[in-house]
């Protein structure tokens, strides 16, 4: 089964301003794949509209299927239905080539700050037709440095997930009662649980899972680092 469009009266429900601006840089997914994650980025450039022109310039190759501006504005450049090239190389649950799995979302940030309270209600009136369009469930909603741990970092530490599980648009984070002393193999074992099945060091992947679930972590892995598990 070919991918499917997404219905149009869906786009009756967004009440901000979805501007199209096509990017050469996409193609059919392959297999015959439908999207079934949400993959967050930021664009760490100086602004939305230079994203816009770096992810339509065929020189570039790379592209993503929206860019959400500070100001709220969307601009979508691939079809939800069609490959963008926002992913590259990684792995999610196991599964590879995410350009052909996931629809990408750029967010208009450069990593160093909070995001706007307009981007943000954008991005949520965004994802809510968009899950139910595809029938992505909220766990299926990630970062880029979910995927890719070591290489990219994005959507970063400011990013605020816990209000995206607050209304299930993303998962909130597990987490154990139980005290665990910092052990890395029982830690990798939970990331995996989790879905960090990519292949990393240890302290990248131990970045990845607190730019996620725990962003005001640092040093060695702790305690609190192995209280993040499927263990509630």
């Given at each position: 089964m070919g991918p499917r469009p997404v219905p149009a009266?869906?786009?009756w429900l967004i009440r901000v301003a979805l501007h199209q601006h096509p990017s050469p840089?996409?193609?059919?997914?392959?297999d015959a794949l439908t999207p079934r994650f949400v993959v967050l980025h930021y664009t760490a450039m100086g602004s939305a509209q230079a994203a816009i022109e770096r992810l339509s310039d065929p020189a570039c190759e790379v592209s993503a299927h929206y860019v959400i501006c500070k100001t709220g504005a969307i601009?979508?450049?691939?079809?939800?239905?069609a490959r963008?090239?926002?992913?590259g190389?990684?792995?999610?649950?196991?599964?590879?080539?995410?350009n052909s799995r996931s629809i990408g979302i750029e967010l208009d940030n450069d990593g160093q700050g909070?995001?706007?309270e307009a981007l943000m209600h954008s991005l949520e009136t965004l994802l809510k037709p968009m899950l139910r369009a595809w029938d992505i469930p909220p766990d299926h909603v990630i970062g880029h440095s979910d995927m890719a741990p070591g290489r990219k970092l994005d959507p970063g530490p400011w990013f605020d997930w816990d209000r995206l599980a607050r209304q299930r648009l993303a998962a909130p984070t597990p987490r154990s009662r139980e005290?665990?002393?910092?052990?890395?193999d029982q830690f990798?074992?939970?990331?995996?649980?989790?879905?960090?099945?990519?292949?990393?060091?240890?302290?990248?992947?131990l970045n990845a899972v607190r730019l996620r679930h725990r962003p005001q972590g640092s040093g060695p892995l702790c305690a609190e680092d192995m209280a993040i598990s499927h263990s509630f």
């Open positions: 009266r869906l786009w840089n996409c193609g059919p997914r392959r601009t979508q450049l691939v079809g939800e239905g963008a090239w926002h992913a190389a990684g792995e999610w649950r196991g599964l590879d080539d995410m909070p995001f706007p005290v665990r002393a910092p052990d890395w990798r074992a939970q990331a995996k649980s989790l879905g960090y099945t990519a292949d990393a060091l240890d302290m990248d992947l």
